[in-house]
């Protein structure tokens, strides 16, 4: 600082003042220091500057597994809404769901000097009923239930299950088959509790629940189950991948979808409109997601205030050519 401040011919404060994008710096001045740090290549000591105000402009994000377009879609909007805002993004992957993983992982993170965390937390905790977060850390949950203890940013997995399955019976479907995503999962566990109660509420019996793991080849293989149903006329998958290996089961089987078997999916993942036949889906705003996430958690971190409660976006659905009325019987 002391060297931009003599090739500039100004005093250090300035040269601090400029650096740290205060007012009261004519404009003349200004570009003589900036003009001068370039030819010097200097760059403020972030870490420095850190110390002094207080804050470290990083956000921690935890999550479990990177395997899920959800997870890896909601972290990209994480890192390009706190971008926007001036904030950085430190990962922290935690291998198994424990509660002593997620202790240690907020340690790493508090080493690492973030300002807030964000935990992205698709699956239960194997040892635990409900995380316990630390109390001193400014911290959002996403995709969880934890609404009564934290401030937690959400899917309407509900309303797009619903409207899902209203979708169908509204074709002329008797019933709807649930192709359902694993069991500790609380994204899988909603859409399946929704499917369901919108039988119920329709005055329908709900089928046997068939589950997958998120994957194409899980959903193919439950879609051997589905094929050979011959009642089964209608599917709601609890998310685009397991719908596209539905798709393929259906096919070997000689089930023509939406003609014979009308398929739904959950996600609106950008390949879905290039599925044969291209994908009907439930759209989820990723970004919006994303964006509330960082907005909540810097809203905790300027104002200290411990919001809690559940945040729902609203999810919306894309009608495509993979539903259809159901066959005329016989």
């Known amino acids: 600082m002391a060297d931009v401040a003599r090739l500039a011919g100004v005093s250090s404060q300035t040269v601090s003042r400029v650096s740290n994008g205060y007012a009261g710096v004519n404009e003349e001045?200004?570009?003589?220091?900036?003009a001068a740090m370039k030819e010097l290549g200097y760059r403020p000591n972030s870490a420095a500057r850190a110390l002094?105000?207080?804050?470290?402009?990083?956000?921690?994000?935890?999550?479990?597994?990177?395997?899920?377009?959800?997870?890896?879609?909601?972290?990209?909007?994480?890192a390009t809404s706190a971008a926007h805002e001036g904030y950085a993004v430190t990962l922290l992957p935690v291998a198994v769901p424990t509660q002593d993983e997620v202790r240690g992982a907020f340690s790493r993170l508090e080493e690492l000097a973030v300002d807030a965390v964000i935990v992205i937390m698709e699956v239960h905790l194997l040892d635990a009923a409900m995380i316990q977060l630390p109390p001193h850390v400014q911290v959002v949950v996403v995709d969880s239930d934890a609404g009564d203890h934290y401030t937690v940013v959400d899917t309407?997995?509900?309303?797009?299950?619903?409207?899902?399955?209203?979708?169908l019976l509204g074709l002329g479907?008797?019933?709807?088959?649930?192709?359902?995503?694993?069991?500790?999962?609380?994204?899988a566990q909603r859409r399946t509790d929704a499917w369901r109660a919108a039988l119920t509420e329709a005055g329908r019996v709900p089928p046997p629940l068939v589950r997958g793991d998120w994957s194409a080849d899980s959903g193919y293989r439950a879609g051997l189950e589905l094929a050979a149903r011959r009642e089964c006329t209608?599917?709601?998958?609890?998310?685009?991948?397991?719908?596209?290996?539905?798709?393929r089961a259906l096919h070997e089987h000689g089930r023509r979808v939406p003609e014979d078997v009308s398929v739904i999916g959950f996600d609106d993942i950008p390949e879905a409109s290039s599925f044969l036949p291209p994908l009907t889906t439930v759209h989820q705003d990723f970004a919006e997601v994303g964006r509330l996430c960082v907005r909540a958690v810097l809203s905790k971190v300027r104002q200290g205030r411990p919001e809690r409660g559940t945040t729902l976006v609203p999810t919306r659905l894309v009608p495509r050519a993979s539903t259809a009325p159901p066959p005329e019987p016989g």
């Open 52 to 78: 002094k105000r207080g804050e470290f402009r990083t956000i921690g994000v935890i999550t479990f597994t990177l395997s899920t377009t959800g997870n890896v879609r909601t972290l990209e909007a994480i």
């Open 29 to 34: 001045t200004r570009r003589q220091v900036l």
């Open 234 to 247: 209608a599917v709601f998958a609890a998310n685009d991948q397991m719908a596209l290996g539905l798709l």
């Open 173 to 187: 479907h008797r019933t709807v088959w649930h192709l359902g995503g694993p069991e500790g999962s609380f994204a």
């Open 156 to 167: 309407d997995q509900g309303g797009g299950t619903r409207t899902a399955v209203r979708h």
